[in-house]
């Protein structure tokens, strides 16, 4: 079965610094992946989506790769805020109707 | 819009007593998601829904957890009867395949917390 990998152990960065999360997925390639922030207590919020046909996404400070031949997507926080301090999930889509599965989600912590 | 409202937002129960969870998606959305996170195991799957119809219901843990969706704005998820590893936060969301992308982007709802004593 398709397995998500996240970095499991937590992220702490300097604010003002660039901070990159991986995501790396098994077996066959989604044709989108999405990646969700969580703070605690609360639900998953939307962040970005990029296909499978595209190398790269931008959003403010926000940027997301796909590499299908290393069958990963890192997501980057450029200029990072202690307020950018989240869990950050991935989820492949294998077809743009199909169930949305995520990864284990890794948590930011961006240090003043 | 309101977005995706759930009810109760905190339930606490004894095992073997039967608990209803409530999701009302946003209007228009076409799909419902259940999902169920723990520490443990993360944000899991546990059914979806396309126009009020089960599509996928292989991450229902077992019997005990049944869905339905009667209609376009609500869903329900059954535990009958709770037991203490079904303590979790429960999250409802809804989606449309959007924008350019035509993908699903989900909206969730702020969870239902389960607590079985």
């Known amino acids: 079965s398709q397995k998500i990998e996240q970095n499991s152990e937590a992220l702490n960065i300097q604010e003002g610094k660039t901070a990159t999360l991986t995501c790396n997925y098994t077996?066959?390639?989604?044709?989108?992946l999405q990646w969700y922030r969580q703070d605690p207590g609360r639900g998953p919020v939307f962040l970005l989506l990029?296909?499978?046909?595209?190398k790269e996404k931008r959003k403010e400070r926000l940027k997301v790769t796909f590499d299908t031949t290393l069958k990963q997507s890192l997501f980057h926080i450029t200029a990072s805020q202690p307020a950018d301090s989240a869990t950050y999930l991935c989820?492949?889509?294998?077809?743009?109707?199909?169930?949305?599965?995520f990864g284990s989600g890794t948590r930011l912590s961006i240090r003043p | 819009d309101a977005g995706v409202i759930q009810s109760p937002r905190h339930e606490v129960t004894e095992m073997g007593q039967e608990v209803t969870l409530r999701c009302k998606p946003i209007?228009?959305?076409?799909?419902l998601f259940w999902y169920r996170q723990t520490m443990m195991r993360g944000l899991e799957l546990l059914i979806y829904?396309?126009?009020?119809?089960?599509?996928?219901d292989s991450g229902m843990p077992e019997d005990r957890f049944s869905a339905k969706m009667p209609n376009a704005s609500f869903s329900t998820l059954k535990i009958q009867p709770s037991e203490p590893r079904d303590s979790a936060v429960y999250f409802c969301?809804?989606?449309?395949?959007?924008?350019?992308?035509?993908?699903?982007?989900?909206?969730f709802g702020a969870g239902s917390r389960l607590t079985v004593l």
């Open positions: 969301a809804s989606s449309f395949p959007s924008g350019n992308s035509g993908a699903n982007v989900l909206t």
């Open positions: 077996n066959y390639s989604p044709a989108y």
């Open positions: 990029i296909r499978e046909n595209e």
């Open positions: 989820a492949p889509l294998y077809s743009s109707a199909s169930k949305i599965i």
């Open positions: 209007s228009g959305h076409d799909y």
């Open positions: 829904f396309n126009n009020n119809v089960p599509i996928d």
